[in-house]
């Protein structure tokens, strides 16, 4: 077996714990497909998707359409917006990370996700955004 299979194939063995779905709190969210473990980062990426910071006004040209897709899915405020610097195009599971006040995973300083207490299998993943963004949220 090549070294890259054997890559992908421990990722897929050992790092692969949660699927998009259908979210009875808010439209879409990410759904554990097995037992997590408490403490463990159920989202880890080969991917770098750190975010770069803009300005309303670096943005203000930006076709509505782009606009209303990185109001809906990037972290924003009275500053500016936060988007990944994979960009658009590439998908980040944590985006659909769902808002509780009674959450099972938090947001770490380093940007890194880490499980509260064990998650079951089917289980919706959320954060309280409050927390780890320092907003306000009625719902």
């Known amino acids: 077996m090549s070294p890259s299979k054997k ?5 897929l063995t050992t790092e ?11 439209g879409v969210g990410v759904f554990a497909l097995r037992a997590i473990p408490r403490g463990l980062n159920p989202l880890p990426s080969w991917l770098d998707n750190a975010g770069v910071q803009f300005t309303h006004q670096e943005l203000k040209l930006l076709p509505r359409g782009v606009k209303t897709q990185i109001k809906t899915f990037c972290y924003y405020d009275d ?7 994979i960009g658009m195009n590439s998908f980040d599971m944590s985006i659909y990370l ?22 079951r299998s089917g289980e919706e993943l ?8 320092g907003d306000t949220h009625v719902f």
């Open 126 to 133: 959320t954060m309280d955004y409050d927390h780890s963004f």
């Open 16 to 26: 692969v714990y949660c699927r998009i779905g259908v979210s009875p709190l808010h």
């Open 98 to 119: 769902n808002h509780s006040k009674t959450p099972n995973v938090k947001m770490k300083k380093s940007g890194k996700f880490e499980t509260l207490r064990a998650i």
């Open 7 to 11: 890559k992908l194939l421990k990722h």
């Open 79 to 85: 500053d500016g917006f936060v988007i990944p610097s």
